[in-house]
């Protein structure tokens, strides 16, 4: 059974960090690009950052770079999201996704982070 369980959200001051962790079972984790999304409150859910199988290649989207890290563990089959410099902005459920392309997509139930003062 094919498992991304999400922790680590919470709730955060403007400025603050967080750190997202997603732990991969069921699924030959090296094998996967692995990403994480977001959804805010009545908008569609929208790419945060991705990492390669190797982690040699990151990506990010242009509102988090510079503020936010994806990295990833493969003999854990973990991968994370530093979050720095959160902004009010960034208040969303944050998902973890496991991508083979056009073959399987499997995502996580989703951790809330809220950022506020």
């Known amino acids: 059974q094919v498992q991304l369980a999400e922790s680590g959200g919470g709730l955060v001051q403007p400025g603050g960090s967080l750190r997202l962790s997603c732990a991969a079972s069921g699924i030959i984790f090296s094998s996967f690009r692995m990403s994480w999304y977001r959804q805010a409150p009545g908008k569609e859910r929208e790419l945060v950052a991705t990492i390669t199988r190797t982690g040699a290649t990151t990506n990010y989207a242009d509102s988090v770079k510079g503020r936010f890290t994806i990295s990833r563990d493969n003999a854990k089959k973990m991968v994370y999201l530093q979050m720095n410099s959160l902004k009010s902005d960034d208040t969303a459920v944050y998902y973890c996704?496991?991508?083979?392309?056009?073959?399987?997509?499997?995502w996580g139930q989703g951790t809330q982070v809220t950022v506020s003062s």
């Open positions: 996704n496991g991508a083979i392309s056009g073959i399987y997509d499997f």
